[in-house]
């Protein structure tokens, strides 16, 4: 079952905040995070696992709430560089090994 | 470090041809991902390699199919193309999949 990513887009100014949420019927064992820019590959951006462990390499924060089975990922301060589209990639036990991704946010930030 | 390389970059088809695409993963990642994206469909997973062993598919017919070799690199091979094979096929490797997974920048397939 593929998340539900909100909202399909945003545009912002630079300085602006935006959240990003995803959503899954299913429970989850992670959620990872990527940002993809045109024409070029997706970037991972930080994974979030059950039991609340977090690893990323980015200022960008995100939570996981396994009871709701969401994510959220919180983009502070934008600056131009943020711009591209954001998707989760959800997996539904430890052993899967396959991510199912949300069709993806996105996000605009102007001057 | 070098990154994941998919070679080739741009493939132009005719239907009913057979394809088969390339991915070296980065040094050191035995995990070998495949994912079709298209503009309706999004990221779709196809299927996942460690050591040589498929560990994963998706729900894709038996046209799509996948080998990984000794040294990590892979293969995907699509028989009997359609016109709606055509799409971006990405490539991505993990040392650890709770570190995440580095994407090529993936073979662009177009089938006339």
Redesign the interface.
């Known amino acids: 079952q593929q998340p539900v990513q909100s909202p399909q887009a945003v545009i912002l100014r630079e300085g602006e905040d935006a959240v990003i949420n995803c959503s899954s019927s299913k429970a989850l064992y992670s959620v990872h995070w990527y940002r993809q820019k045109h024409g070029e590959a997706p970037v991972f951006l930080m994974i979030l696992l059950k039991g609340g462990e977090q690893k990323g390499h980015d200022k960008i924060s995100a939570s996981f709430n396994e009871k709701k089975q969401q994510s959220s990922l919180y983009l502070t301060a934008s600056q131009l560089s943020y711009s591209g589209t954001y998707f989760c990639g959800t997996e539904n036990g430890g052993s899967n090994y396959k991510l199912t991704f949300g069709k993806g946010t996105l996000l605009t930030v102007n001057p | 470090k070098a990154g994941?390389t998919q070679t080739p970059r741009y493939l132009i088809k005719t239907r009913g041809q057979q394809v088969t695409l390339s991915c070296s993963p980065i040094s050191g990642h035995r995990?070998v991902?495949w994912?079709q994206q298209t503009p309706g469909q999004?990221?779709?997973?196809l299927f996942?390699y460690?050591s040589e062993t498929q560990?994963?598919k998706?729900n894709f017919p038996g046209r799509f199919s996948g080998r990984q070799f000794s040294n990590s690199r892979s293969e995907m091979n699509v028989s009997t193309l359609e016109l709606g094979d055509s799409a971006l096929y990405?490539c991505a490797s993990s040392w650890e999949?709770?570190?995440?997974?580095?994407?090529?920048?993936?073979t662009r397939l177009t089938v006339v």
């Open positions: 994941v995990s991902s994912y999004g990221l779709q997973f996942e460690f560990r994963n998706g990405l999949k709770t570190y995440g997974y580095t994407f090529g920048s993936g």
